[in-house]
């Protein structure tokens, strides 16, 4: 006859250890405390690598759809901010912020740009869909496109050389020289980057190279305005309910509009 065993409160709770398995702490994992690593579950070395990878001062991507940088949560209604953040936690945010608010118009220059030049569509469509004004939002891609990246990214690799500290010239920058000619912009950036101009000093400088008369818009330049306006509000109509008639006309419109472009752009060429 087999003896019945009772097992007791110590035996359960070995055998509970044993079997149940969690989702260890990065410090358990990686022994960072002060202690060794304990390790009670199977870690996946791709888990345990991603773990060791990701600088404190990185934007992470959250399930719930939020953003984090190291303890602070950034949401669609604000900034959660643990009643634990260190200064050194808020070093750490406030350099990563200020870093991309100086930047983050160039990088949606540079989007626009591409998108229009893959051929994904406008400028405009992308204002319209994220409810922008389509004038800031062509800036952005003109600015862009106007001061290329590939000599934005050459000329400040140049001056890095010479000043291994030097900071990026900002959105605001390029905004002022956009109407250069692109050797005059070269050289207006090296003496930004060298310098450490600021965009408004930056703006003083161009205006000390070109006459008052020359920042007015020409004749040319008000009329090509105001052709783009009249094919957008016709475009805004043509997205409202509208008939037969009414698609001849935005026809014969943009026909119009645009042989009227084509000759004051030749008119523009003889002129200069």
Same mark, same amino acid.
């Given at each position: 006859?087999?003896?019945?065993?009772?097992?007791?409160?110590?035996?359960?709770?070995?055998?509970?250890?044993?079997?149940?398995? #969690?989702?260890?702490?990065?410090? *358990?994992?990686?022994?960072?405390?002060?202690?060794?690593?304990?390790?009670?579950?199977?870690?996946? +070395?791709?888990? /345990?690598?991603?773990?060791?990878?990701?600088?404190?001062?990185?934007?992470?991507?959250?399930?719930?759809?939020?953003?984090?940088?190291?303890? @602070?949560?950034?949401?669609?209604?604000?900034?959660?901010?643990?009643?634990?953040?260190?200064?050194?936690?808020?070093?750490?945010? @406030?350099?990563?912020?200020?870093?991309?608010?100086?930047?983050?118009?160039?990088?949606?220059?540079?989007?626009?740009?591409?998108?229009?030049?893959?051929?994904?569509?406008?400028?405009?469509?992308?204002?319209?869909?994220?409810?922008? *004004?389509?004038?800031?939002?062509?800036?952005?891609?003109?600015?862009?496109?106007?001061?290329?990246?590939?000599? #934005?990214?050459?000329?400040?690799?140049?001056?890095?050389?010479?000043?291994?500290?030097?900071?990026?010239?900002?959105?605001?920058?390029?905004?002022?020289?956009?109407?250069? +000619?692109? *050797?005059?912009?070269? !050289? &207006?950036? /090296?003496?930004?980057? &060298?310098?450490? &101009?600021?965009?408004?000093?930056? +703006?003083?400088?161009?205006?000390? &190279?070109?006459?008052?008369?020359?920042?007015?818009?020409?004749? @040319?330049?008000?009329?090509?305005?105001?052709?783009?306006?009249?094919?957008?509000?016709?475009?805004?109509?043509?997205?409202?309910?509208?008939?037969?008639?009414?698609?001849?006309?935005?026809?014969?419109?943009?026909?119009?509009?645009?042989?009227?472009? !084509?000759?004051?752009?030749?008119?523009?060429?003889?002129?200069?």
């Amino acid at each position: 006859m087999t003896k019945k065993v009772t097992p007791t409160t110590s035996s359960i709770n070995d055998t509970l250890t044993k079997r149940l398995k #969690r989702v260890p702490t990065a410090d *358990e994992v990686l022994g960072t405390g002060t202690s060794e690593p304990i390790i009670r579950a199977p870690v996946p +070395r791709r888990t /345990r690598n991603a773990i060791q990878q990701i600088p404190q001062d990185a934007i992470v991507s959250r399930d719930d759809g939020t953003l984090s940088i190291g303890k @602070f949560i950034m949401s669609g209604y604000g900034l959660e901010v643990p009643e634990d953040a260190t200064a050194a936690d808020f070093e750490t945010f @406030f350099t990563v912020m200020f870093k991309i608010r100086d930047r983050i118009n160039l990088w949606i220059g540079d989007a626009l740009a591409a998108f229009e030049s893959l051929k994904y569509g406008y400028a405009d469509e992308i204002a319209d869909f994220f409810g922008y *004004e389509p004038a800031t939002i062509r800036n952005m891609k003109y600015v862009c496109t106007s001061v290329e990246l590939s000599r #934005r990214r050459y000329i400040l690799a140049e001056v890095s050389r010479m000043k291994p500290d030097v900071e990026p010239l900002t959105m605001s920058h390029y905004d002022a020289i956009k109407a250069l +000619r692109p *050797e005059t912009q070269d !050289e &207006l950036m /090296r003496r930004a980057l &060298l310098e450490g &101009l600021s965009s408004k000093a930056l +703006r003083a400088e161009v205006k000390a &190279l070109i006459s008052p008369d020359t920042l007015k818009p020409s004749p @040319f330049q008000r009329n090509v305005s105001a052709l783009e306006k009249e094919i957008q509000d016709s475009l805004k109509l043509a997205k409202t309910k509208y008939n037969i008639n009414q698609i001849r006309h935005l026809a014969e419109l943009h026909r119009k509009a645009a042989d009227q472009l !084509e000759s004051l752009t030749r008119l523009d060429e003889l002129k200069s």
